[in-house]
């Protein structure tokens, strides 16, 4: 028997399957419900501070798209299951620093967390050295939290015109996290009138606790990361 603190279940990889499954069937009936196409919205199964053995569960299961907080953990995690997963997807979803911005780059296939020019730059100067470009989200700040990244609504116009316009990043959407106390409801709505204004398709938007909202209201890319995997350690 494990010790009761013990942080990893012994049926952890099986409980990943389950919950992953219940979460897909989740997601196909919010999808259903709002009359649209299930196909359309991607699951992003957020594994940062997650076991191996869940990590490896999900795959098992066939998850292939995961997103991560951290680039040092994320590459130390994903740089070997790379070789065994082709066709894994990767998404940073964490904050990134303006240094780090060559090796997200080279390590991610998608970038959520575009929040300042200087961080734009950066990626832009990285993606033509490396010849590789993984698509953007623009960070909103929704909920214009101080302590909390993202571009204000305000500047968002101007920022969408600095990254696609002038410096030809592959911006595909927008990325909101609500302020916990809020209606999530609210900020996913701001959001997808923000991006319908800056004619952009792409909508991440809720987690474990909020996705069917956010689905019902346009995300076309959830992220998920409790409801899959259980409790971070
Ligand atoms: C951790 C995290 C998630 C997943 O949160 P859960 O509540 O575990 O689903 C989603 N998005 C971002 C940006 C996160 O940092």
């Given at each position: 028997?494990?010790?009761?603190?013990?942080?990893?279940?012994?049926?952890?990889?099986?409980?990943?399957?389950?919950?992953?499954?219940?979460?897909?069937?989740?997601?196909?009936?919010?999808?259903?419900?709002?009359?649209?196409?299930?196909?359309?919205?991607?699951?992003?199964?957020?594994?940062?501070?997650?076991?191996?053995?869940?990590?490896?569960?999900?795959?098992?299961?066939?998850?292939?798209?995961?997103?991560?907080?951290?680039?040092?953990?994320?590459?130390?995690?994903?740089?070997?299951?790379?070789?065994?997963?082709?066709?894994?997807?990767?998404?940073?979803?964490?904050?990134?620093?303006?240094?780090?911005?060559?090796?997200?780059?080279?390590l991610?296939?998608?970038?959520?967390?575009?929040?300042?020019?200087?961080?734009?730059?950066?990626?832009?100067?990285?993606?033509?050295?490396?010849?590789?470009?993984?698509?953007?989200?623009?960070?909103?700040?929704?909920?214009?939290?101080?302590?909390?990244?993202?571009?204000?609504?305000?500047?968002?116009?101007?920022?969408?015109?600095?990254?696609?316009?002038?410096?030809?990043?592959?911006?595909?959407?927008?990325m909101?996290?609500?302020?916990?106390d809020?209606?999530?409801?609210?900020?996913?709505?701001?959001?997808?009138?923000?991006?319908?204004?800056?004619?952009?398709?792409?909508?991440?938007m809720?987690?474990?606790?909020?996705?069917?909202?956010?689905?019902?209201?346009?995300?076309?890319?959830?992220r998920?990361?409790t409801?899959?995997?259980?409790?971070?350690?």
């Amino acid at each position: 028997m494990q010790p009761a603190d013990s942080p990893v279940e012994p049926d952890d990889a099986a409980g990943v399957a389950g919950r992953l499954a219940a979460v897909r069937a989740d997601l196909a009936e919010a999808a259903r419900a709002a009359g649209r196409d299930a196909a359309s919205i991607e699951l992003v199964a957020v594994s940062k501070r997650q076991s191996d053995a869940r990590i490896d569960g999900a795959l098992v299961a066939g998850q292939r798209v995961f997103g991560e907080n951290y680039v040092q953990e994320a590459a130390g995690r994903w740089a070997p299951r790379r070789a065994a997963y082709a066709d894994l997807v990767l998404h940073l979803i964490g904050g990134l620093q303006t240094n780090k911005a060559r090796d997200a780059v080279a390590l991610f296939d998608v970038i959520q967390t575009l929040d300042r020019p200087k961080l734009a730059q950066a990626l832009a100067k990285a993606m033509a050295d490396q010849a590789r470009r993984p698509a953007c989200y623009i960070q909103v700040n929704t909920g214009e939290e101080s302590q909390k990244s993202g571009i204000l609504p305000a500047d968002l116009d101007a920022f969408v015109a600095l990254c696609r316009d002038e410096l030809g990043l592959p911006v595909k959407g927008l990325m909101c996290i609500p302020p916990v106390d809020d209606e999530p409801g609210l900020h996913f709505a701001l959001l997808a009138k923000l991006a319908a204004r800056n004619r952009l398709d792409g909508l991440s938007m809720g987690m474990s606790d909020d996705y069917g909202t956010a689905v019902r209201l346009g995300a076309t890319c959830v992220r998920v990361g409790t409801a899959i995997f259980g409790k971070r350690l």
